[in-house]
Nanobody, 118 residues
Framework: QVQLVESGGGLVQPGGSLRLSCVVT????????LRWYRQILGKQRELVATIASGGSEDYSYFVKGRFTISRDNAKNMGYLQMNSLTPADSAVYYC????????????WGQGTQVTVSS
């Protein structure tokens, strides 16, 4: 059974940092791209960052230069380092994986809340 479990969310002050983690079990993680999405209250879910199975990274414009996505294939872990957080980054963050060659083969975590507030 495939499972993705996020952790690391919480309350942080503006300008602060958080590191989200995602543990992936039940599949060969090396064959999957890892993505982080977020859903701001009242808005559609949006893609934040992607790290491909081969390691290449891509970021949405609104986090570029502030967030860093990474993965540790040996530990079946994905990460999202978030720096210079602003209240606009407050959202539920989800990790997702999709097979490198079969896009329909994808899975989601349950999400972790990030709140940026003073």
């Amino acid at each position: 059974q495939v499972q993705l479990v996020e952790s690391g969310g919480g309350l942080v002050q503006p300008g602060g940092s958080l590191r989200l983690s995602c543990v992936v079990t039940g599949l060969d993680f090396t064959l999957y791209n890892l993505r982080w999405y977020r859903q701001i209250l009242g808005k559609q879910r949006e893609l934040v960052a992607t790290i491909a199975s081969g390691g290449s990274e891509d970021y949405s414009y609104f986090v570029k230069g502030r967030f860093t996505i990474s993965r540790d294939n040996a530990k079946n872990m994905g990460y999202l380092q978030m720096n210079s957080l602003t209240p606009a980054d407050s959202a539920v963050y989800y990790c997702s994986v999709d097979h490198t060659f079969i896009a329909s083969d994808n899975y989601w975590g349950q999400g972790t809340q990030v709140t940026v507030s003073s």
